[in-house]
């Protein structure tokens, strides 16, 4: 990976990583001041100013840095701030103001890792009130339970705000931008703010990368105290996930027609993980099993957390096997099934999660981009894979990684392109 900061075998670095976590997760002037502390301050401002950056607001890709095999590698920290909406419009002003706060904080960084990558996003709740109804080119239904053994809270915050950035006070400084705590931001006035538009009424963290899962453990619900994550795992549950050629494209996922054209739907899950038994019971060939497909722990084709994979997970050849080794070797993997939900032989979500030690608890924040809501149902039903086993011979608790997870809330937003981001009427234009 080419990431910033020092890893493995630099505990001063390893627990200025775990600093910078613990204070992403409790946000406010005082994280703000000691990240800047601990990390290093000089960051450099925006290259592209905001108009000039691609009106598909989820367009990170190509300006998010990349491993040594072309994988995209995500921002390490990132913030989810689930927002009410109190203003009295939308109104026009409002909208002025908060384009004003969007482009300030974008004004203060540069568009990528080193800097901040954002999207703004609203909910059904938000559109509600609204006369009219979305077109018919969007697809945002109320989220729902979409498991038979699950029961969620359902979230019906007005808008999503998903901040990220490899430095966690440049997701802190945003936020406090955003939220009017800040005059200035790297150098950059702040020109606007949420002030009487949007209250914060829900605040989630977490992280992604290499050693960040190792250095989080201690003390989190959800993981043995033996503190068995890898130190190359980016991921709690130990293995290297969003390979290139198993995520969607940002083509794939954009909408493509209709007054939103250009914009994605996003699908966000907290998920808890449970993994005592994951790491104290499983070896890492039933991991393997588990994660991606029989085959690849059969053929031992996963080294540690899967870095020597490349670019791709190679669950294309087992995906067709799902029914069989559920049916006669009693165990799927979840690559494997969510793997059936392909079309034209490539996934059709681009999954941007990243863990969580919110509330102390082992999670997972599961953020997925799709052009439709239905599309990731989809996914959602292949990975459950009610239909596997239905009828299979082997435990159902071999059903890939779902015994391990506990989904707790879900939400789904419309994520606009970025000329209708601040607070878009159903019927923009
Ligand atoms: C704790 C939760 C989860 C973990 C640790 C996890 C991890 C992984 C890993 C390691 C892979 C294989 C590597 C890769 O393709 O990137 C994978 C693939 C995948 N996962 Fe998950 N995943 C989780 C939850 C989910 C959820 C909730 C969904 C939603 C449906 C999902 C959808 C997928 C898809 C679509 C693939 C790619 C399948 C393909 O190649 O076609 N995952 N996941």
Redesign the pocket.
């Known amino acids: 990976m080419t990431g910033s900061g020092p890893r493995s075998g630099s505990p001063r670095g390893l627990s200025r990583r775990a600093f910078v976590r613990t204070a992403v997760a409790i946000g406010g002037a005082s994280a703000l001041s000691a990240c800047l502390g601990r990390e290093d301050a000089d960051v450099p401002q925006a290259d592209l100013a905001p108009d000039e950056r691609p009106d598909r607001q989820h367009a990170w890709n190509e300006f998010l840095a990349t491993d040594d095999h072309g994988n995209v590698r995500p921002p390490e920290h990132h913030l989810l701030l689930g927002l009410e909406y109190v203003g009295d419009g939308p109104s026009d002003q409002e909208r002025a103001q908060l384009e004003d706060a969007l482009a300030s904080v974008e004004r203060a960084y540069r568009y990528g890792n080193d800097g901040l990558v954002s999207t703004i996003g609203y909910g059904p709740a938000y559109f509600d009130r609204f006369d009219d109804d979305l077109p018919g080119s969007v697809d945002l239904p109320e989220p729902e339970a979409l498991a038979p053994i699950e029961d969620p809270e359902l979230d019906g915050y007005d808008a999503l705000v998903h901040l990220a950035s490899d430095h966690g006070h440049v997701v802190l400084s945003a936020e406090e931008a955003l939220t009017g705590d800040l005059d200035e931001v790297n150098d950059t006035p702040v020109e606007g703010t949420f002030g009487e538009i949007f209250e914060v009424a829900d605040r989630r963290t977490g992280f992604i990368g290499e050693g960040l899962p190792a250095e989080n453990q201690e003390g989190v619900t959800g993981i043995p105290d033996t503190e068995p994550v890898p130190e190359d795992a980016p ?3 130990g ?5 290139e ?4 494209s940002e083509d794939r996922v954009t909408i493509e027609e209709g007054p939103f054209e250009g914009g994605t739907t996003t ?1 966000l ?1 907290k ?1 808890d ?1 449970r993994l005592e038994q994951w790491y104290e019971q499983d070896s890492h060939e039933q991991r393997v099993a588990k ?2 497909c029989p085959a690849h722990a059969s053929e031992d084709r996963v080294e540690g957390a ?1 870095h020597n ?1 490349g670019d ?2 190679g ?2 050849g087992c ?1 067709d096997d799902a029914d069989d080794d559920a049916r006669n070797a009693g165990i799927v993997g ?3 099934k ?5 079309e034209d032989g ?4 681009l ?1 941007r ?1 990243f863990n969580s030690t919110d509330d102390d608890r082992a999670g ?1 924040h ?1 953020l ?1 981009h799709q052009q439709s809501i239905a599309d ?1 149902v989809k ?2 039903t ?2 459950t894979g009610s239909d596997l086993t239905a009828g299979a011979v082997g435990p159902i608790n071999n059903n890939g ?1 779902l015994q ?2 506990t ?1 707790r809330r879900r939400a789904n937003y419309l994520v606009p392109p970025r000329r209708h981001r601040a607070l878009p009427t159903p019927i923009p234009e």
């Open positions: 991921l709690f549950m293995f290297k996930s969003g390979f050629r198993n995520q969607a699908h899950s998920i993980l994660m991606f899967g994979l791709a997970s669950v294309e995906i979840h690559a494997q969510a793997g059936r939900a392909r490539d996934p059709i979500i999954r999660d997972l599961f997925a990731f996914t959602r292949a990975m990684i391990y997870i989904v």
